[in-house]
DNA sequence: TTAATTTTGTATCATATGTTACAAAAAAGT
DNA sequence: ACTTTTTTGTAACATATGATACAAAATTAA
């Protein structure tokens, strides 16, 4: 287990000696659970930061009409729902289901405050940990903030080409998977891609990509 | 000063004894700005904690198509993006500009994580503060995930229904306004909040609504 | 290789919202 | 009380996306 924790986000950048002098000094639980088995139901109070140490669960929860929606998927050394431990309101957002036999590491509230005061290290990735969420979640949300479909899927194609500088991209995931991402049906995705291969700015076949007018595709960003 | 301070999301419930000693034993920096002068400039690099100690600032950001958007507004005792501070990407995600004579106070990143292993009710401030906002950008995307104006609409009122317990209600602002936060265009909400009328939802007129048909309503949240 | 399955491209029609315009009503200023 | 400005209600038309359906192409399994 000392291994899966010391390459979490929490515990990153201390060394084994530290971390078992941590777990020495500091009181911990770890539980396990079957498949299926609830590891959180939504609306619990959250008291302990949660740390798969193995197995995968999945954060979910249940949108208006009853549909069950899954958030994310989470699997050795990550950390379960970082942000809404210190939140006023400080409540489970989702529900957490074990998809096998899983572990989870608890620390309680109080004691991981009191790691945090001990230990720089520990304290700085936490911090990080919850800050980068802050940002992951205000990224998402300008990205939903493009008026159209074709502002999105520019965004999209900007972003890889940036990264991989090059104009002969590949698209990363299935129309179906894509479609879902930027939260509108397959087809209306299919039917956006080919009006930018008529007006030139790309050209493109199934997941190949060739962005022919960078200029006009930035526009769109 | 100290009193501002006192009152801040960051040193909120510590004394003022507290306070005077952590002024006295940690380095910090206040400077004053004009109206107009900028404070930070979006994509700077984030290195100080900022707390406003008098006067008001403007969070403000340039969208794709150049348009200059006020994503907020700052005012004494107010703390700037603290969720920058500790990201990986550490850059500012707005720019932020003085709108009278302001005072801002300074405290390097280094220093803050000393103050926070120093003094627990900061430490817990300061990650309420960063939590909360991580759970409020949630809840907007959450928002924004809904999908027609109507359920926008319909969960806004149920909202004030639940807090005020009152049928009767009240929209708390312009439908121009409104319109902006619910991201449509004016005449858009008021044909939605007419269709809503007609459907024996609500019965409004002006600013002033009456829940009919509570059951519809929560039906469209 | 062949068969089965998944993925993609395309079409049609329905619906929600944008855009623009204008007049009635309400609020604010004089 | 009167004028000016802001806010609200409504309409007509344009556009983007949803829902559904189906066949071609690509991928995977046998």
Same mark, same amino acid.
């Given at each position: ?44 109070? /959250?008291?302990?930061?949660? @740390?798969?140490?193995?197995? %995968? #669960?999945?954060?979910?929860? *249940?949108?208006?009409?009853?549909? =069950? ?49 001990? /230990?720089?290290?520990?304290? @700085?990735?936490?911090?990080? %940990? #919850?800050?980068?969420?802050? *940002?992951?979640?205000?990224?998402? =949300? ?71 007018? =960078? ?7």
């Amino acid at each position: 287990m000392e291994n899966i924790l010391l390459k979490s986000s929490l515990f990153k950048g201390i060394s084994q000696m530290e971390l078992i002098e941590i777990l020495n000094r500091f009181p911990y639980k770890v539980r396990t659970f079957g498949a299926n088995d609830f590891v959180a139901m939504q609306y619990d109070k /959250c008291e302990n930061l949660m @740390i798969v140490t193995e197995g %995968l #669960i999945q954060a979910q929860m *249940v949108d208006s009409t009853g549909k =069950l929606i899954v958030v994310e998927e989470l699997g050795a050394g990550e950390v379960l729902a970082p942000a809404f431990l210190f939140s006023s309101g400080n409540r489970m957002p989702v529900s957490v289901v074990a998809m096998q036999h899983t572990g989870i590491f608890y620390l309680k509230r109080a004691v991981l405050v009191e790691i945090m005061q001990a /230990c720089q290290q520990v304290l @700085i990735n936490y911090l990080q %940990l #919850i800050s980068d969420r802050a *940002v992951f979640l205000s990224q998402r =949300l300008n990205f939903h903030a493009f008026k159209t479909l074709k502002n999105k899927i520019a965004f999209y194609l900007f972003d890889i080409y940036q990264r991989e500088k090059s104009l002969h991209i590949c698209f990363e995931y299935t129309q179906q998977n894509l479609s879902e991402r930027f939260g509108v049906t397959r087809p209306a995705l299919a039917r956006a891609i080919g009006e930018m291969n008529k007006e030139g700015i790309i050209q493109s076949k199934g997941k190949d990509v060739k962005i022919v007018d =960078l200029q006009k595709l930035k526009m769109l960003v």
